[in-house]
């Protein structure tokens, strides 16, 4: 998922890494279906609907089948809010109090995780970063033989990602939030997202020539507009593009 709502066949924010691991939620379960059993690790970079939506359907739909928990990476107010707001018995059930079957333990494992702490999962180290939105949040630096991605998730002008990136040379590739066109910078600040007028504003930081840079998280009703000003200010540097739902991002 490649866009900061959903809308016909466009999906919300979801980063699959490798076959086990995502880094937000926002789309699992219709792009991956029976395949989404092999998730195990979900890292999230804040509370958001649009981040979380499909964790609910993906321990409901695959409960009986799970040999093994499903675990969930987050900031400690990030698992709080999950924990108060969705995973309450309200609004859905509390798997974290709920045993797999014929196992002593529970489907759902919430995991604490720290700024600037890694985590080493699979072939990957999951660095999180802190980010600049609305609620406490955070960007991933996901690193592989050498070679690091940054995904800031959603964020608005924040020094710590040019910071992070002018700083570790293993990182080749930047994908940020562009939401919504430079004509409502108003919105942009008040909600804490991006324009192409402010992230190129922001890219006066950075202090390399050789990052690829992606966009993704565009707001669907404004998709056309901020393509167009994407192009005008030269955004997509060093062969970057603005991302769709499903596309592959080499590092």
């Not at 609004?91 to 494992?109: C, R, Y």
């Not at 939401?179 to 006066?204: N, Q």
């Not at 202090?207 to 669907?220: A, C, E, G, Q, V």
Request: overall charge neutral.
């Amino acid at each position: 998922g490649a866009y900061g709502s959903r809308f016909e066949n466009l999906a919300t924010t979801c980063v699959q890494i490798c076959d086990t691991v995502l880094i937000d939620a926002g789309n699992v379960m219709k792009p991956l279906g029976k395949k989404a059993l092999n998730i195990d690790h979900i890292f999230i970079s804040h509370a958001h609907f649009d981040h979380i939506v499909d964790i609910p359907f993906l321990i409901d739909i695959f409960f009986e089948q799970r040999k093994k928990p499903l675990f969930i990476y987050g900031l400690k107010n990030v698992l709080a809010q999950l924990k108060q707001y969705i995973f309450n018995w309200e609004i859905w059930p509390d798997f974290s109090k709920i045993n797999l079957l014929n196992k002593d333990q529970k489907a759902i494992n919430f995991i604490d995780i720290d700024f600037n702490t890694e985590i080493s999962i699979e072939n990957f180290t999951i660095k999180p970063i802190e980010t600049l939105h609305t609620v406490e949040s955070c960007g991933f630096v996901i690193t592989k033989n050498k070679k690091a991605l940054l995904f800031s998730s959603d964020t608005y002008m924040c020094d710590n990602i040019w910071k992070e990136i002018n700083s570790n040379k293993q990182i080749t590739t930047l994908i940020i939030d562009v939401s919504f066109p430079s004509r409502l910078d108003a919105l942009a600040h008040s909600s804490l997202h991006l324009t192409p007028k402010l992230l190129k504003k922001e890219l006066k930081k950075l202090k390399r020539k050789d990052l690829t840079i992606h966009i993704n998280h565009l707001k669907p009703t404004y998709i056309d507009e901020v393509t167009k000003e994407i192009d005008r200010y030269n955004l997509l540097i060093n062969g970057g593009k603005i991302l769709k739902d499903g596309d592959i991002v080499y590092f």
